[in-house]
Structure formats: C-alpha cells, structure tokens
Nanobody, 125 residues
C-alpha cells in the first residue's frame, strides 16, 4: 500500500506559477506510476500526468501538455507538479495518486490504487 500527502496549494493570481508536491511512502514503489489528477467544483476528477517511479518516463493528458510538468525525486520520495501560466479554470483540488504502472495509459480514476487527501488551488483573475 502506498501513502501520499500533497502540499503546495493556495490562492494565486492568473499568470502565476505554482509547484505542488507529494510525499510518497510505502512498499514496492517500483510497481507504481505516480500520477496527478484534479477535480474542479461540479466536475469529474480528471487525469493530468503520470511518471513511472523507477524509469521516470512521463505521460500527459493531451489537453495538459505544455503548462504542466511532472517530476519525481526518488531520494526525497516526492513527486511534483509544476503548473505554469495559471488560469482561473485551473481552480480545483489537485490529487496525487498511485497506479500500478502496467494498468496505464490511459490513467483513469478507476485504476487508482491509492489517493492523497488533495490540495486546493484557487486562481483569481
């Protein structure tokens, strides 16, 4: 089982950048891809990006390519999501999640094994 704890959310202005972090713990991390999802008010949770824990290979949802960058630091057991040029429509709760890496892509809510508690990002215009 994998445990995940997100941090780094907050209230920002449109055009700002933000870096979200997720501390990862547990066993057999090599089995997993670490992912980021988000859920805006009244909308379904959507996939943003994934990174294989060992190889570092990345995968992005097509609509998220360009402003979102996922990375991981195995020495610090962290996964990060850098978001650039924030827009009001990026307002959402952002979740870190662990997925058995052979199950994706695509990375969907239904294949997530463990979720973090989420961190709120609010972007004002």
């Amino acid at each position: 089982q994998v445990q995940l704890v997100e941090s780094g959310g907050g209230s920002v202005q449109a055009g700002d950048s933000l870096r979200l972090s997720c501390v990862v713990s547990g066993s057999r991390l090599s089995m997993y891809a670490m992912t980021w999802f988000r859920q805006a008010p009244g909308k379904e949770r959507e996939f943003i990006a994934a990174i294989a824990w060992i190889s570092g290979s990345t995968y992005y949802e097509d609509s998220m390519k360009g402003r979102f960058t996922i990375s991981r630091d195995r020495a610090k057991n962290t996964v990060s999501l850098q978001i650039g040029s924030l827009k009001p429509e990026d307002t959402a709760v952002y979740f870190c999640a662990a997925v058995p890496q052979w199950l994706g892509p695509p990375f969907t809510v239904s294949i997530v094994e463990s979720w973090g508690q989420g961190t709120q990002v609010t972007v004002s215009s």
